[in-house]
Structures are given as C-alpha cells and as structure tokens.
C-alpha cells in the first residue's frame, strides 16, 4: 500500500497569499494518477485536482497541481477566503487501494 | 444536477450488521463505476470498495475484506454497502461517490456508529 505524506499540517496564510501545499509518497506514483480535494467543515470532499494537473469541472485557475513520482504539489496562487479548508492529496494507481494522506488545514 | 443521497446509517453494536443505500440521480448511473469512502470523526478520508458500471468488477480496502459487500442495482440507479461484523474502527461517515478512483461527485454522507 502507498502511503502519502502531507506537509505542513496546518498552513496559516492571509487572503491574497500564495499556499503552497506538499505531498510525498513512499513510492513512485503510476501513471500520473494523483489528485487533490478540499473539504470544508460539514461538507463533503469536492474533487480539484486529477492527473496531477488537471483542474475538475468549476475549479477556477488559481489551483494547479504539480509533480511527478513520488513529489506533489498543489499551489493556490491568491487565497480568496472561501479557500479555507482542509486539502487532502490522494493517489490511485493502477490498483486499489486508493489511499489519501493525512490532510494540510489552510487557515487564517 | 448530479446528487447522491446515502441512507441507512446509525447505531448498530459491535458485530451487528447494516446496509447503506445511495440514490443517484442527474447522470447516466450505469455509465459509471462507483465508490464507498469513509471519514471517521476528526480524521482523514478512506476508501473502501468500488464497483464496475455493471457490477462485475468490485474491489475494497483490505480491512474491510470479507466483512463489506458493495451492490449496485442500475434500473433503481441505487448503490448499496452491506456491512456484517461491524467494528468500533468502521464508525465514520460513509461517502458514496461517483468514478472509479478519483470521485468527481460525493454525497452529504451518512453516519455510521458501532458501540455498545
């Protein structure tokens, strides 16, 4: 099973700053199959990122994702406050099970 | 709009058993693989079985192996979790979702207690 690292666990920026977001797994990632979601208190998870890069249908262009192998990275280029949240990477390689890591909160 | 709307949760002892439902609704249901995910209170997400469009292929964490069973009936456009030996570890809320791997569309989630 690979399991996946996230950095730093909490991330405490202000509206307009940059979030820089890590992931680390503990093997390379097949087939650029790696996504990132956000989740908001009392809410379900919503699906940013795919494919490393990839934005998901609605997801405005201040997140992109980035990295290959076993290093990942989502970057939010101007927080809006909105963007305050808990983003957990997730990796889903050529089989189950399709693990997560632990989470980075973006907070005030 | 795509909704999908789990049911069925709640609070069952240890070793006791319960079924979760998903309606969906607003996409072609069997025209998609779908998932279970999991969040235990305070916790991170995991994933916990899918499902081929027809049902044929079905795959689940390894701790839930045996235990879990993941149905789907595509004339009712509904997803099902059966659960048996349940244990303290398996209470969270249970997402349904759509896709194979990477979900693109969750439920609200439904809250699943094991305690005595």
């Known amino acids: 099973e690979i399991v996946l690292t996230q950095s730093p666990g909490t991330l405490s920026l202000s509206p307009g700053e940059r979030a820089t977001l890590s992931c680390r797994a503990s093997?390379?990632?097949?087939?650029?199959?790696f996504a990132w979601y956000q989740q908001k208190p009392g809410q379900a998870p919503r699906l940013l990122m795919y494919?490393?890069?990839t934005r998901a249908t609605g997801i405005p262009d201040r997140f992109s994702g980035s990295g290959s192998g076993t290093d990942f990275t989502l970057t939010i280029s101007r927080l809006e406050p909105e963007d305050f949240a808990v983003y957990y990477c997730?990796?889903?390689?050529?089989?189950?099970?399709?693990?997560f890591g632990p989470g980075t909160k973006v907070d005030i | 709009e795509v909704q999908l709307v789990e049911s069925g949760g709640g609070l069952v002892q240890p070793g006791g058993s319960l079924r979760l439902s998903c309606a969906a609704s607003g996409f072609t249901f069997s025209n998609y693989w779908m998932s279970w995910v999991r969040q235990a209170p305070g916790k991170g997400l995991e994933w916990v079985a899918n499902i081929k469009e027809d049902g044929s292929e079905k795959s689940y964490v390894d701790s839930v192996k045996g235990r879990f069973t993941i149905s789907r009936d595509n004339a009712k456009n509904s997803l099902s979790l059966q659960m048996n030996s349940l244990r303290a570890e398996d209470s969270a809320v249970y997402y349904c979702?759509?896709?194979?791997?990477?979900?693109?569309?969750w439920g609200q989630g439904t809250l699943v207690t094991v305690s005595s």
């Open positions: 494919d490393i890069s």
């Open positions: 093997q390379s990632i097949s087939s650029n199959f």
């Open positions: 997730q990796q889903y390689g050529t089989s189950p099970p399709f693990t």
């Open positions: 979702a759509r896709g194979h791997s990477a979900p693109d569309c």
